[in-house]
Nanobody
Framework: QVQLVESGGGLVQAGGSLRLSCAASRLTFTRYAMAWFRQAPGKEREFVAAITLTGGRLYYPDSVKGRFTISRDNARNMVYLQMNSLKPEDTAVYYC?????????????????WGQGTQVTVSS
């Protein structure tokens, strides 16, 4: 069974930075696009970032473009989310996701496996 384990969440002041990590195991990592989603209390889970199999293409919604950067290390089965200029509205549980390749990465319908999530809280 695929395992995705997130780490790096925490409490940070507005304007600060955090780097989330996701360790993947029990899967052929290079056969999956990887993504991050987030879910705030009372809201639906939303797409945050995605990266293709070899890292050649990156996808972001407008809400995080220019502030967040997704990357992957295929040698280590790791995916990262660097989050800069954090805002209180970025507060959410952040989930790592393994996605079907060549799909619509912005929708959870493409997700084949989820991590357990890590809490990010941005104070004003």
């Amino acid at each position: 069974q695929v395992q995705l384990v997130e780490s790096g969440g925490g409490l940070v002041q507005a304007g600060g930075s955090l780097r989330l990590s996701c360790a993947a195991s029990r899967l052929t990592f290079t056969r999956y696009a990887m993504a991050w989603f987030r879910q705030a209390p009372g809201k639906e889970r939303e797409f945050v970032a995605a990266i293709t199999l070899t890292g050649g293409r990156l996808y972001y919604p407008d809400s995080v473009k220019g502030r967040f950067t997704i990357s992957r290390d295929n040698a280590r089965n790791m995916v990262y989310l660097q989050m800069n200029s954090l805002k209180p509205e970025d507060t959410a549980v952040y989930y790592c996701a393994a996605e079907a390749p060549y799909s619509d990465y912005t929708t959870s319908d493409s997700v084949r496996s989820w991590g357990q999530g890590t809490q990010v809280t941005v104070s004003s």
